[in-house]
């Protein structure tokens, strides 16, 4: 018994290291991945050695050196007994796996600096990290305007979970054969491109902050969608945001997670307002509550604290029950719930109660 619980302690205090050194071991991937180490290393299917790397990418024999050690106690890579290194499966997956590429790179550009204020978020219920990106109270009033490598890592993330579950909701969506669609946080006007090349019919009108809803209708633009989709500007966290009445369909997609529960409220009440009595709201989100495999629940935890240090200092990835209970508040019921849109989302498509 007490040898069993000594080891218990030795896994302990062998796991509260790894979180110890968490950032350095990222930061060490990341450096792997970029200077092109890891890559070289995967295709050495039979190892390589430092000098040989050092000389492939000009990076010196101390700094590939430093970089493998830590790569090697992390499981990153295997050092074999010629001294050469080869890739582990998970060296593998960090190199070329596009969902964890995604991620690394939305926590290194938009989230790493940031995070070091999540202490101060936390206490001041504000995104004390977003002043590392730029001087905005929200990062959406600053999306448009984000330096272009941190931008492009904020779009693939929000893109790379979006477009897989967008190619499954358009049948949801248009089985009740919508003609005129609101796209509330329509972003770069995916959503609603795909909804008019799905339909040869249905208009849509995106509703974004200006900076965002002007690159989504120049997006809609260059497609040649400038006569199926209009914009309308809407601060929706301002005093009583207006949407246009009279759409069949309502679509609010990762978007209701950028919102505290009682601005959830507040935005449903106005779709509410907007909505007639056969007009159905769609709202796709991943709930923590509805994932198949563990992983996905520590992601997205992981994006809560995004939005508590970088997006908006008081929103989260929400429990289903959570949004049911807003959804009923604000006066509309669930008609219908939906999981396993894509690998991680949930419809739940709502009507008047
Ligand atoms: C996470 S993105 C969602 C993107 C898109 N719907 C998707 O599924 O990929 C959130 C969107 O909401 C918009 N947004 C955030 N706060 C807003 C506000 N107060 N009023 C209107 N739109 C807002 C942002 O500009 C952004 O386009």
Not at 89 to 109: E, P
Not at 251 to 272: G, N, R, T, V
Not at 290 to 311: H, V
Request: hydrophobic share 40%; charged share 25%; proline share 3%.
């Amino acid at each position: 018994m007490r040898e069993q619980q000594k080891d218990t302690s030795f896994d302990a205090i062998v796991e509260a290291q790894k979180i110890a050194f968490a950032p350095v071991v990222f930061q060490a991937t990341m450096s792997l991945r970029r200077l092109g180490i890891l890559n070289l290393i995967s295709k050495n299917r039979k190892g390589i050695s430092i000098e040989n790397i050092a000389k492939e990418t000009g990076i010196s024999e101390y700094g590939v050196d430093v970089l493998l050690e830590m790569a090697e106690s992390a499981g990153i890579v295997q050092q074999l007994e010629d001294k050469s290194y080869k890739i582990t499966k998970v060296g593998f997956f960090l190199n070329s796996h596009r969902m964890t590429t995604v991620n690394m790179d939305f926590i290194n550009d938009v989230c790493y600096k940031g995070l070091f204020h999540l202490e101060e978020a936390i206490k001041e219920e504000k995104p004390a990290g977003l002043k590392e990106l730029g001087p905005w109270k929200t990062i959406y009033e600053g999306l448009s305007k984000l330096q272009p490598d941190v931008q492009k890592s904020w779009f693939d993330f929000d893109h790379y979970y979006s477009d897989d579950a967008f190619e499954q909701a358009l049948p949801i969506v248009f089985k009740h054969k919508p003609k005129w669609i609101l796209d509330v946080g329509g972003n770069t006007g995916k959503w609603s491109m795909k909804c008019c090349n799905f339909n040869e019919d249905v208009k849509m009108t995106i509703l974004d902050l200006p900076g965002q809803l002007n690159m989504a209708l120049k997006n809609a633009k260059e497609n040649n969608f400038e006569e199926r989709i209009f914009g309308h500007e809407i601060d929706l966290l301002s005093e009583k945001p207006v949407m246009p009445k009279g759409a069949d369909a309502i679509w609010m997609s990762q978007f209701l997670d950028c919102f505290s529960k009682p601005e959830i409220i507040k935005i449903l009440s106005a779709a509410k307002e907007a909505m007639g009595k056969n007009t159905k709201l769609h709202i796709m989100e991943t709930y923590t509550d509805r994932q198949d495999f563990e992983n996905a629940s520590f992601c997205l935890r992981g994006t809560s604290l995004y939005f508590t240090a970088m997006a908006n200092g008081n929103s989260k990835m929400y429990r289903a029950g959570e949004m049911y209970e807003c959804i009923m508040k604000a006066g509309l019921k669930v008609e219908e719930d939906i999981d396993n849109v894509g690998e991680f989302h949930t419809i739940l498509t709502c009507v008047k109660a």
